[in-house]
């Protein structure tokens, strides 16, 4: 599966929604919902950590790793070591947000593991571990033979790309089920507040888009059209 456009100036594009979300995420927690904190009287600054967490952490970091093999310009063997400690970042400050989730349930006396968001997002760090624990072995250490590397790339690829769509939307739910919360407590719909997470979640979706396009595009297009007939 393969595009006909370099991926190029997908990445570049990816780079630039990666910062604005990363804004964005950052400006609704700590300027409208007043901060993060781990250990706090105020329980909501333990669940702001969440979703920084996840989005910074997991979604982009996550999209950064992915395309690093399109986006940098160094040897493959250099390009494999960043996308295998992206993701381990990605997946480490994936797990800790959670626990910041679990951690402001279990101080505020909310039943964990209630909603749709939640069991996705479960089955979601869940394949990314095994996704991540699969890739290590067979492409770094002890590494498959040729044989076993080049039949499960394609697969690599394209169960990477389904776990990181499948994060993309449960991180949607999340910010519907967040603002949903705070507009059945008082939030104005349309309020600034509403408008700035509607807005980053989109901004997510349309990363995870470029992510998307800038894996499924060659680093380089072999013109073979020089004797194509009109
Ligand atoms: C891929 C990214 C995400 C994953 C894997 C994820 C996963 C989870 C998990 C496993 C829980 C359950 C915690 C518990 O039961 O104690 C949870 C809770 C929650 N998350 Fe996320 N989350 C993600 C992104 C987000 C984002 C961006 C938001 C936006 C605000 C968000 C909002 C919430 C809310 C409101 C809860 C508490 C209610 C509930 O349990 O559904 N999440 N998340
Ligand atoms: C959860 C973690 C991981 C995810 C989601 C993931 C996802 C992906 C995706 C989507 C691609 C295709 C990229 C492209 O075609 O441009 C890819 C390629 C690749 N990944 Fe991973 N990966 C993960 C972990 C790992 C680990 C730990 C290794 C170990 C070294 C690894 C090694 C590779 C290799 C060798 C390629 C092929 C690059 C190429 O020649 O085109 N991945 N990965």
């Not at 499960?152 to 169960?159: D, R, V």
Request: proline share 3%; charged share 10%; hydrophobic share 55%.
């Amino acid at each position: 599966m393969a595009l006909r456009i370099r991926a190029g100036p997908f990445t570049v594009v990816s780079h630039v929604l990666g910062v604005v979300a990363a804004i964005m995420v950052l400006v609704w927690c700590i300027h409208f919902r007043g901060g993060l904190a781990f250990e706090a009287t105020n329980k909501s600054l333990i669940f702001n950590i969440h979703p920084v967490l996840l989005l910074i952490g997991f979604i982009i970091l996550g999209g950064e790793a992915i395309i690093s093999y399109k986006a940098l310009p160094w040897r493959k063997e250099v390009k494999k070591l960043i996308h295998l400690i992206l993701h381990a970042i990605a997946l480490i400050l994936g797990i800790v947000g959670i626990y910041a989730a679990f951690k402001f349930h279990n101080e505020s006396g909310i039943p964990n593991l209630y909603s749709l968001h939640s069991w996705i997002g479960i089955g979601v760090i869940s394949l990314y571990g095994i996704q991540w624990i699969f890739g290590f072995v067979v492409f770094f250490y002890p590494g498959g033979s040729a044989t076993v590397r080049a039949d499960s790339l394609p697969w690599h690829a394209l169960f990477g790309l389904f776990v990181y769509v499948l994060a993309l939307g449960t991180a949607a739910l999340g910010f519907l089920e967040k603002l949903t919360f705070l507009q059945n407590s008082g939030l104005d719909k349309y309020g600034s507040e509403a408008f700035l997470v509607n807005f980053t979640a989109i901004v997510t979706v349309l990363f995870g888009t470029f992510i998307v396009l800038s894996a499924v595009s060659p680093n380089h297009v072999v013109d073979d059209f020089s004797y194509s007939s009109i």
